[in-house]
Every structure is written in C-alpha cells, then in structure tokens.
C-alpha cells in the first residue's frame, strides 16, 4: 500500500514488458531451429549432409519414390529458371544428380540465391544434399547461362506413406538493383 | 495550495481552463470518462467503415467503392475497433470503476494513467490521416501478413506502424497501473478471493496484456526494419520467412482476443447477481476458469495458420487444446446460468444486454470449436464463417458487454437514471439487427463466400443483403444510444446510491453521481463478507 510497493512493483511489470519485447526477437532463431529440426514448412538444412548422415545408408531394392522439380524466379529477377527434367524416379539410399538452367537476360552481370523447399514438408528432413548451387550465390554476366545441379540422396527412413516429393527452388535477385541506371537498363531488356 | 490552483483557474479563459483540465487531469473519473468518449467517438468512425463496406457489399459486382479503396477501409474499421473501440473502452471501465470497487482513492500510478490516455488520440489520428496520403491507408487487413504489409505495403504503412507502438506502449502503461493498483491499492480486508469478478477478469487480462503487446511491437519493429533497414526476417530472399510472420502476429492476436472478451466476463459476473438478487454462482471456479482460459491463450494461436501446412501432430495439439478451452469458457456460462436459475429476476436494461452477452457470445463460442477442428477448418477458413464466428463474439460479447457495463454504472456516474423505455428500445433493436447482421454470414461462409473480397458470386445475394439491412439498422441503433447516454447526463430521474436494488459491492455505498474524489480514507470490509 506503500509508495515504495508502487515503485518496485511498477518497475518489475516494466521489465516484463521489456523482457517480452526481446521475446519476439528470441522467436526468430527459435523458429529456425524448430524447422531446422522439424523440417517444418519444408525448410531443407542449407548445410551439406555430412559424410556420416549418408554413410550408412541401406539401399533397399523394392522403393522408389517420385521427386518433381519446380523452378521459378523471384519477383523482380531477371533471370530464365527451370528444371532440366521435370521429374526423376529415384531409389532412396542412392546418389541422384538433378540439372537446373540459368539464363540471365538483364544486360548487367546478375547474382541470385536459389532457395530450397520441399513438400510435404515432412519429407524435408529426409532429403539430404551432397551439393547444391543453393549453398551459395551464383553469378552470371550478361546474356550468361549455364547448368546447375543439385547432387543428392533421399534418407531410406523416408515415411513409407510419402511415394512423391516436390523440390522447389526459388531464385532470389542479391544484385542491389537501386542504383538507378542498372535498375533502367535491366527493365528495359525485360520487356 | 488549493486556494491558490482556484486563482489560477479563474485568470484563464474559460476554454482554456476546460483543455486544462482535461488535458493535465490525473483523476481516475476523468481519466475513465476520455476513454470512453474515445472509444464512443471510434466506434462511429469504425461502424461507418463497416457501413460502407456493406453498402459495396449490398449487391453483386463493385457499385460504389473501388476494391482498393475497400481494403483499406476494411483494414482500419478492423484496426480501430480492435484498438480503439474494445482496448480503450474496457480501460475506460476500469479506470472509473476499479478504485471504486477495491476501495482506492485513485489509480497507483495517476499522471502514467494521463500520459496512457493521451497517447491514444494522436495515435488514432495518425492512423487515420493514413487515409488522405498519397498511396492511401494500410490495405492488408488488421493482421498485417508480411509480405502483404512489407514488400507490398503502401508507404503509409510506416505511419501504421508508428501508431501500433503508440497503442501499444498506451496499452502497457495502462495494464502496468491496473496491476500495481490492484496489487497495492486495495482497501483492508480485501483479499483477492473478495475482490469483485470485474477487478480479477481485469487483473488477469492486464498480464495478457503486458506479456503480449510488446509483442506486438516486437513485430512491427521487426516489419519496420524489413521495409527500410535491410533486416529480412519476413523476406525469403535474405534467409526470412513470411510464415514465421504469422507464427509472432498470432502468438500475440490470440491473446489478444481474450484481452478483448474477458473484461466482458466480469462485466457480466457483476451485473447477472444484481439483477437475478442471488450471489453469484461459483465465484472460486469463476476465477480459475478466467485463470486457466488466459493461461491456454498463450498455447493456441497455430489455429490461425491450419491451413500453412504445419506438421500434423502440431495440428492435432493445437485442435485438442484449442477445444480444451470450451472447458472453463463453459464452466463461466454455467455459472451464469445458475446465478440466474430460481433468482428473483428482473430485466433492466443492463441485464437484457448481460443476458445477451451471455446467448449469443456462446453462439460464438460454439462457431469456434468448429473452427478448431482441423479438418473442418480447411472448408472454413478465409471464409464468411469466420468472419460470423468473430463478430458473435465480438459485437454481442466485446460491445455488449460494454454497453452493459455503461447502463449498469451510469448512474452512478452522471447521478441520473437513464430513460428504462428508450434502453429496452435499443436492446431488442441491437439485437435482432445483430443477428440479422451476422448470423447469414455462417450460411454464406459454409457455402464458401471468401471474406475480405468487395465482389461475390450471384448465389450469395439474398443473405448478403440481409447483413447489409441489417448491418444499417444495427449502425443506426448506436446513434440511439448516444442519445440515450447524452439525455442521461444531461437530465433524468435522480439516481440512489444503490441504484439498482439488488447491488452489492463498495461502489453503491459511494453518493451518486461519485464525488470527484472517493474512498480519501479506505473503507473496512469486515472479516465475513463474502466478495
């Protein structure tokens, strides 16, 4: 009943206030790591499977499964991206190397960060990447083309109830385009 | 001291002595009364949004507002009766009646209480003069999906954020007074198991609001970031992700529902012993039940995002808890039910709208366990339902609660008795066009009518002009009780203390209309009475 009771019980509340407001932030890696475990929302690890995920892995003869490939450019992106197959019968336990064609048609050198997702997204976690053009950005020059694969293996503790899986690469512009000229001169060749 | 603020007062000018007053005052009564005018002068601004938009939605095909300029109107009607017509009339409420009712002279904290409230108009008028700028208002609906509200958003979006951290800090400030009021304020002998079921639903709903409004913040800030500072925690392209969007917003809007329903609660746990003459049913399992809803709220919002492919098991948790929650929801109706069962009941108009309150926020209820079965929620959801399912519990839950509340204390407020003939009037006229209003919505909403949309299909026709109809009727019953309210004041027969004869409880020992200041020395409340 106390002024000072006031003071400090105010004081507390204001600090979990502000300890709330860190909160929402703390939320952001959290999330991240519940899907990096979880392979929630079809987040695939952006990390090369390590040698003794894969190692050990059965290959049983009977299973295939169906991945399909999806490819698109990002808002703003100027470049031409798809699969060079539009799906693979694959046999888990066993390598399997997939293509995707780059073609950049701005008239300035481009550079974009493809973006993995798989659906369901449960299947996530079970396809493991040897390598992958989505480990790290790619650059292309002018009118430049080119090939890009993504080596890997399907987990054959796959859920036996998944027998298709969709993987989705989307290609993000990293070039900042704000500077003006750039920005006209590549819209200009869009069209 | 006293002889010498009188001076003062009498060398201004009238007008400026008047915004003086208000502008500086730290009397919880005045305090109490700005709120509610606020959120009187909101609501009118917020129900002629809704009017337009059912104005557009009257016929098929776009008649009178471009669909733009609809989602924006769309957009700030769902803001500003969030925001400014719920949140500041329940603290309004509380304001004027919390000291009251524990026995306090004021709040703890009267000058952060001035300081909360003025924070709100220049909010509200921040967020409103959106509508004016170049690119127009916020158009992304009242839950701000990113990439809707940051790659897309309109410039006028910064503004939005501006004013939700004003809101927001205006709120904490004010449930950061509640508390400590409640904790410190109290007058002896009161014990938490005395204190009335308004002060405990009040108490619980001003911890949901300092554990969730600063996240809130958090989210804006985070939005406000990604649009100019080249932070990307909603942008795929930098390593974000615009479900995690969601995942934060609805981690605080669940929450935030039950900060918008559970003041009504208490509303309706005071009125319903008044007027049904008996004690109220359960008053321990009142309290538990408010505890363990506001508790459950925290651990609920993926039944907002079913439909984003979440894992199956998190859906399953989430369907079972969310349906958990009709347990202590249903335990409150419950009581109600048996405070009114046998007692010698009369239907003054606060009671009419707490009995209302009661049916068709349970009609609301039930359209949310529909909602939180999963695999019926994929038909419903984004569709008319859900908009019928929010509105039950938020127009005869949220609004009526506080209508409830202002017949049932004003009174004691302005001294002098509302016109009974008038109330009784607008009762069944609110009510009848707030079920013709919403109730279609359901129909329209199952057969698959998506919301937020100005146009729809042919077959939706008949039961969208039914809501419209009934939308303007329910628009023009509020103009009725603005009158009922300004007539209250201004004349009418005068009030007893009491009031109303079966009240129990420290504001009816107070004179009516309550003296500026109450309770300057603290009342006892002797050992055997019983909340």
């Known amino acids: 009943m106390s002024r000072r009771d006031n003071k400090k019980h105010t004081l507390l ?30 987040k695939t690890s952006t990390q090369v499977a390590l040698a003794e995920e894969i190692e050990g892995f059965a290959v049983p003869s009977d299973r295939s499964v169906t991945i399909e490939f999806l490819a698109r450019a990002a808002r703003g ?71 890009m694969a993504v080596s890997f ?34 819209a200009s060749h869009q069209e | 001291m006293v002889a010498h603020a009188q001076t003062i007062h009498k060398q201004r000018h009238p007008l400026l002595a008047f915004a003086a007053r208000w502008l500086f005052t730290t009397n919880h009564k005045e305090i109490g009364t700005l709120y509610l005018w606020l959120s009187f002068g909101l609501f009118f601004i917020a129900g002629s949004m809704a009017m337009l938009m059912r104005l557009e939605l009257f016929e098929p095909g776009i008649q009178f507002i471009d669909p733009i300029f609809y989602n924006q109107v769309l957009t700030l009607h769902g803001l500003l009766m969030v925001f400014g017509v719920v949140m500041p009339a329940f603290v309004g409420l509380a304001n004027w009646q919390i000291p009251m009712m524990i026995g306090a002279p004021d709040m703890a904290l009267p000058r952060m209480n001035n300081f909360s409230f003025w924070l709100l108009p220049f909010a509200f008028a921040m967020l409103l003069s959106t509508i004016f700028m170049e690119g127009g208002a916020p158009n992304f609906g009242w839950t701000f999906y990113a990439p809707l509200s940051t790659t897309y958003g309109p410039p006028s979006t910064d503004f939005f954020i501006l004013g939700v951290h004003l809101m927001g800090i205006s709120s904490i400030m004010g449930a950061i007074n509640i508390i400590v009021t409640i904790i410190n304020m109290r007058a002896p002998g009161m014990t938490y198991m005395k204190m009335p079921l308004f002060v405990w639903t009040w108490l619980i709903t001003a911890f949901l609001l300092i554990m969730v409004m600063p996240v809130l913040a958090g989210v804006v800030t985070m939005m406000l970031t990604d649009r100019h500072f080249g932070t990307s925690f909603f942008d795929a392209a930098g390593g974000g992700d615009p479900v995690m969007f969601q995942h934060i917003f609805w981690f605080f809007g669940h929450p935030e529902v039950y900060i918008m329903i559970l003041p009504g609660f208490g509303i309706a746990s005071q009125i319903i012993p008044t ?108 569709t008319y339902f859900v908009v019928a399912h929010f509105h039950y519990v938020l127009y005869p839950g949220a609004i009526f609660g506080t209508m409830a509340a202002v017949y049932y204390w004003l009174p004691k407020w302005c001294g002098n008795m509302y016109d009974e003939r008038l109330g009784k009037i607008h009762f069944w006229l609110a009510t009848i066009a707030v079920n013709l209003t919403f109730f279609p919505m359901h129909f329209t909403g199952l057969a698959g009518m998506p919301r937020r949309i100005p146009d729809y299909s042919l077959q939706f026709a008949d039961f969208n002009r039914m809501s419209s109809m009934g939308a303007w009727l329910l628009g023009l019953t509020q103009v009725l009780f603005l009158y009922i309210v300004i007539k209250a004041i201004r004349k009418g027969a005068k009030a007893t203390d009491q009031v109303w004869e079966g009240a129990e409880g420290l504001e009816w020992t107070i004179p009516s209309p309550a003296p500026l200041h109450t309770f300057q020395t603290p009342p006892i409340i002797a050992e055997d009475a019983v909340h």
């Open chain 1, 13 to 42: 509340l204001f600090a979990l206030a502000g300890g709330m407001f860190g909160f929402a932030f703390a939320l952001v890696p959290l999330y991240d790591v519940i899907c990096e475990v979880t392979g929630l929302n079809g």
């Open chain 1, 77 to 147: 992106m100027p470049w031409e991206f798809r699969p060079l197959e539009q799906q693979m019968r694959v046999q888990p336990g066993t390598m399997n190397v997939a293509i995707f064609h780059a073609r950049n048609r701005a008239r300035i050198a481009v550079i974009g960060q493809a973006v993995p997702s798989v659906s369901p997204g449960r299947a996530a976690r079970y396809l493991k990447k040897i390598e992958c053009f989505c480990f790290e950005q790619q650059k292309l020059p002018a009118g430049g083309e080119m090939d």
């Open chain 1, 153 to 186: 293996i399907i987990d054959p503790d796959l859920p036996a109830d998944i027998s298709k899986l969709t993987l989705s690469y989307t290609m993000f512009l990293v070039s900042d385009l704000a500077a003006g000229s750039d920005h006209a001169q590549m």
């Open chain 2, 275 to 382: 007027f049904a003459r008996k004690k109220l049913f359960g008053y321990r399992s009142m309290v538990y039940a408010t505890i363990s809803i506001a508790v459950l709220s925290f651990v609920v919002w993926g039944h907002h995002m079913f439909t984003t492919g979440m894992p199956l098991f998190a859906e399953l948790l989430i369907m079972y808890l969310t349906m958990l929650i009709a347990v202590p929801t249903g335990v409150k109706v419950f009581n109600w039910v048996a405070t009114m069962w046998r007692g010698s009941m009369t239907f003054e108009t606060p009671m009419l709208f707490a009995i209302g309150f009661v049916m068709m926020f349970t009609i609301g209820g039930f359209s949310g366990l529909m909602l939180a079965l999963v695999p019926a929620d994929f038909q419903y959801h984004d």
